[in-house]
């Protein structure tokens, strides 16, 4: 019998690929000089907000759901990632929609809201996917599996 692959293995290995976007835009912005950000830099982060907003879909509207009704008393993890998600969504975002004025970018905004991913995916990582990893039943796994493979479908089309 072969063993189902975790939705949670697959959130994980979204959030390394997250850090590592994190970690080439903190490079960045060490090298920055006049606080412009050039092109390079600003589609880097463009692309970081784009993949998080979809990953945090997968979490919210597959994954969320079904911690919360087996989680009994660990369910304040999920509230809290929740608030966290909304406030990164949004920081991003403004981010974002100020990148096309370069020297209107604050460079420490930045550096700011990478700690705040950087803390967030290590929260999820090392607690609510260690919980969701022993309260949510494998067999449910290939279910919530083809439920974020469809989301990233629905993204390409």
């Not at 509207?61 to 008393?73: A, C, E, N, T």
């Amino acid at each position: 019998m072969h063993q189902q692959i975790s939705p949670m293995s697959i959130l994980t290995k979204e959030h390394g690929v997250m850090l590592s976007m994190a970690h080439g835009i903190e490079r960045d912005l060490g090298s920055i000089r006049n606080n412009t950000l050039n092109t390079g830099t600003r589609e880097r982060i463009t692309n970081l907000t784009e993949f998080l907003q979809r990953h945090i879909l997968k979490e919210e509207q597959v994954v969320f759901p079904v911690l919360l009704w087996h989680l009994g008393l660990d369910k304040p993890v999920v509230n809290t990632m929740h608030e966290e998600h909304e406030r990164m969504g949004a920081e991003f975002q403004s981010i974002v929609a100020h990148l096309s004025k370069p020297s209107s970018v604050d460079l420490q905004r930045i550096h700011d809201i990478l700690d705040v991913l950087n803390s967030h995916i290590s929260k999820e990582d090392n607690v609510l996917f260690w919980l969701a990893e022993i309260r949510v039943p494998p067999h449910l796994y290939g279910i919530l599996v083809k439920q974020m493979d469809a989301m990233e479908e629905q993204v390409k089309h």
